[in-house]
T-cell receptor, first 113, second 115 residues
Framework: DGGITQSPKYLFRKEGQNVTLSCEQN?????MYWYRQDPGQGLRLIYY???????QKGDIAEGYSVSREKKESFPLTVTSAQKNPTAFYLC????????????FGPGTRLTVL | AQSVTQLDSHVSVSEGTPVLLRCNYS??????LFWYVQHPNKGLQLLLK??????LVKGINGFEAEFKKSETSFHLTKPSAHMSDAAEYFC?????????????FGTGTQLKVEL
């Protein structure tokens, strides 16, 4: 089955630690996205990548980093510089052209202890 | 610039009665508009999309939405609610004009369905 996988589903981190969230897709999509979801705020874009080896900052990139070494993978690192990292993180992908429809993974819930 | 306003943060209906979730948008371009649904601790699933074809868009699970340019609205409706419809719903607008086709999300409407 084609789709997007995110791991782990739940992640706990101590303050001051970096942590990396995994996102993999087998839809052969060129574009991939990372969002952060907080209660009552909808989704906010952290980073996006339209092609391998290229990515751009979204609206709330501070304290996060990404890489796009392979088409199917777009990992997100939450660094210790992120002041309030506890949130639900969603990864999405989209094929180029088309109708701008993004497909979402199941999400990772990060809790900082 | 683009924005989305979901007019109700919570909507409660009885099972079998109609559902109306309201959404207004603002966009500098001819927008693409979407409704997504999210069940607790899950990812988002696309319900339907508008991309400048027919103004009345039919989606999955009996939902539909009507694009009204004069009112800048894209309200989501369903004739008869089911218990399984209880979830959070997001109205989304896309700029579609380069910039990675970024989406702008509304803050969501929590739908509660009661017996």
């Amino acid at each position: 089955d084609g789709g997007i996988t995110q791991s782990p589903k739940y992640l706990f981190r101590k303050e001051g630690q970096n942590v990396t969230l995994s996102c993999e897709q087998n839809l052969n999509h060129d574009a991939m996205y990372w969002y952060r979801q907080d209660p009552g705020q909808g989704l906010r874009l952290i980073y996006y990548s339209q092609i391998v080896n290229d990515f751009q900052k979204g609206d709330i990139a501070e304290g996060y980093s990404v890489s796009r070494e392979k088409k199917e993978s777009f990992p997100l690192t939450v660094t210790s510089a992120q002041k309030n990292p506890t949130a639900f993180y969603l990864c999405a992908s989209k094929r180029t052209g088309g109708l701008n429809e993004q497909f979402f993974g199941p999400g990772t819930r990060l809790t900082v202890l | 610039a683009q924005s989305v306003t979901q007019l109700d943060s919570h909507v409660s209906v009885s099972e079998g009665t109609p559902v109306l979730l309201r959404c207004n948008y603002s966009s500098s371009y001819s927008p693409s508009l979407f409704w997504y649904v999210q069940h607790p601790n899950k990812g988002l699933q696309l319900l339907l999309k508008y991309t400048s074809a027919a103004t009345l868009v039919k989606g999955i699970n009996g939902f539909e939405a009507e694009f009204k340019k004069s009112e800048t609205s894209f309200h989501l409706t369903k004739p008869s609610a089911h218990m399984s419809d209880a979830a959070e719903y997001f109205c989304v607008v896309s700029d579609g004009a380069g910039g990675g086709n970024k989406l702008t999300f509304g803050t969501g409407t929590q739908l509660k369905v009661e017996l």
